[in-house]
């Protein structure tokens, strides 16, 4: 008997997904319940499994193909059990022990592309990345060790002099190798720049700053990192403070947790902030969910296990799924100031950035502090500027009086 695999559904009205990698190839066994098929959708990875115990016999959909919800990616033909049992042939003993079984090459989507455009083998790579896999970055490093090509070893093609019929024209030499690199977009980054695009085409977006005095948060995490690791077994970081602080500041201004449908505005009265997460293949957003009854150590521990399933490419689309307001912080790599773009439904971000010791002047007396500058974009179609102002007026008290933030729970 013979059964198909299809492409499932995928929710969150994702139609359309690409064949990222297959895990088995035609002729393997496969066990009901295992891996087949990874897809690659535009939020995140899913791996599509075998529902019976059987032989891959055919593939239908290669790598790299575009594929819908229903369409078939495979074909399974069910074994016997006990046709797992079969009696080797017979033919000439063999001395000393069988050859090693190649050991698999666990590698990011992105990585095995790149690996296979260039010619390498994988189980040649030294891994980096979590759980053992391969990195772009891997591939990258690989690739510099190896050594140049020598442009005398290619092949010189005679060329037949005869007399010109027309004024010499210039002669634009051929690109050298390597100088330019095609690589398909993933479904992600493809996601990533149509909506990008589509946040600057159809809000009106503007970006208001402030800066903060970082002195009384750095003084609480000082005090009390040791005793909360010990007690969480999760440090202490700034985001537990701007979530906490986030959502103090949109109680007091609530159409920045809104949306727009049509010529409604829809208030949300919950709070589900998407943290952006930098991943390989691009920046990802998972939800903490109702982030106004979670703990600092709930919190710290939920971004903790994002990074980690970012990191090895376990986010599920569930992680993924609606946000009513985002927060993004570019002070990890270095920004000192940035304007974030929107995520759309949603009409409020805010941007966090470097920590920077700068002079500033305080009860009339120029005094060295640690600052950060923030920004906010909004889309000024539902707020205003005061409103949005006074939004960051009011995250800096929370802030700089860490103490307020137990208020505000």
């Known amino acids: 008997m013979t059964t198909t695999i299809l492409v499932p559904e995928m929710g969150e009205s994702i139609v359309q997904a690409t064949v990222a990698q297959w895990l088995k190839r035609e002729g393997d066994r496969v066990a009901a319940g295992e891996a087949v098929v990874e897809l690659e959708t535009e939020k995140a990875n899913l791996q599509v499994a075998a529902e019976r115990t059987g032989v891959l016999m055919r593939i239908e959909r290669k790598e790299g193909e575009n ?22 042939p017979k033919g000439p003993a063999t001395i000393g022990p069988p ?72 002669v634009v030499p051929p690109p050298r190798p390597g100088r330019e690199e095609r690589v398909r977009m993933s479904r992600r980054r493809q996601t990533i720049a ?71 505005i829809v208030l949300k009265h919950y709070y589900d902030i998407g943290i952006a997460v930098g991943a390989e293949e691009g920046l990802v957003v998972p939800v903490l969910r109702d982030a106004d009854r979670m703990s600092f150590a709930e919190i710290e521990q939920a971004i903790k296990a994002f990074v980690q399933k970012t990191e090895d490419g376990s986010l599920s689309l569930e992680d993924l799924r609606g946000g009513t307001f985002t927060i993004t912080n570019g002070g990890v790599f270095g920004s000192l100031l940035s304007t974030p773009i929107l995520n759309p439904p949603q009409v409020g971000i805010l941007g966090l950035h470097k920590i920077e010791e700068r002079p500033i002047a305080l009860s009339g007396q120029v005094v060295i502090r640690p600052m950060m500058y923030v920004a906010l974009s909004y889309d000024h179609r539902i707020v205003d500027g005061r409103e949005a102002v006074q939004f960051l007026v009011r995250l800096k008290e929370l802030i700089q009086e860490p103490e307020m933030l137990l208020f505000e729970g």
Not at 71 to 85: D, F, K, S, T
Not at 101 to 128: F, N
Not at 200 to 226: G, P, Y
């Open 99 to 170: 050859p090693p079984a190649r050991q698999a090459s666990k590698a990011t989507p992105v990585a095995e592309r790149m690996a296979k455009d260039q010619g390498v083998r994988l189980e040649q790579v030294p891994a980096s990345g979590a759980g053992g896999r391969v990195t772009k970055r891997d591939i990258e490093s690989f690739l510099e060790r190896q050594p140049a090509i020598s442009p005398t070893a290619q092949p010189q093609q005679a060329v037949t002099p005869r007399a010109p019929v027309a004024p010499p024209q210039p």
């Open 67 to 88: 594929v819908k919800v229903g369409e078939v990616l495979g074909l399974i033909e069910e074994v016997a059990e006990q046709a797992r049992e079969t009696t080797p």
């Open 194 to 264: 149509r909506r990008l695009l589509e946040a600057t085409q159809t809000t009106a977006m503007l970006t208001t700053f402030n800066e903060i005095d970082m002195s009384a948060v750095m003084d609480v995490r000082k005090r009390r990192r040791d005793a909360f690791q010990e007690q969480y077994g999760v440090g202490l970081g700034f985001m537990s403070f701007f979530v906490k602080a986030t959502i103090g500041a949109l109680k007091v201004f609530p159409r920045l947790n809104a949306e727009i449908q049509g010529d409604e």
